[in-house]
């Protein structure tokens, strides 16, 4: 094999293999995609984040829920319609990169893919 595949971006361990289109390191189980690697040193801070429709979000910013949202803990979800203002983006856990408080719920993360920018 004369491809060098990159180190595991959790735990460093030099010994991945690719599956398909992802790699795949067998020390911690973590898998991930090459196109979305990103190099050393260039950190969540360069990413954009987009809406479910294709704009940019920033910190500060309105955005209303598109699609009825299941909370855990609540017999009732987030409704489609919500607004929910003054979101910051954070590099969450699951893909979950938008911070945020709902009334009626309080602090809370979502996906920028089930948001649209108000």
């Known amino acids: 094999m004369s491809e060098k ?3 595991c971006p959790e735990c460093s361990g030099t ?6 289109a992802l790699l795949v390191c067998p020390e911690c ?6 196109v ?4 050393a040193g260039s950190g969540a801070e360069n990413a954009v ?14 955005v209303t829920v598109v699609k009825t949202l299941k909370v ?12 929910v203002r003054n979101i910051r983006l954070v590099d969450g856990v699951d893909g979950h990169d938008i911070d945020c408080r709902i009334d009626g719920f309080g602090p809370m993360q979502l996906k920028s893919s089930v948001v649209k920018k108000a």
């Open 5 to 7: 595949l990159p180190p």
């Open 36 to 39: 979305l690697a990103e190099p």
């Open 29 to 34: 189980g973590h898998e991930w995609s090459p």
């Open 49 to 62: 984040i987009r809406d479910a429709v294709g704009n940019v979000l920033a910190d500060g910013d309105t």
């Open 72 to 83: 855990k803990g609540s017999p009732s979800g987030i409704k489609a319609g919500t607004k």
């Open 15 to 20: 010994y991945t293999y690719g599956m398909g």
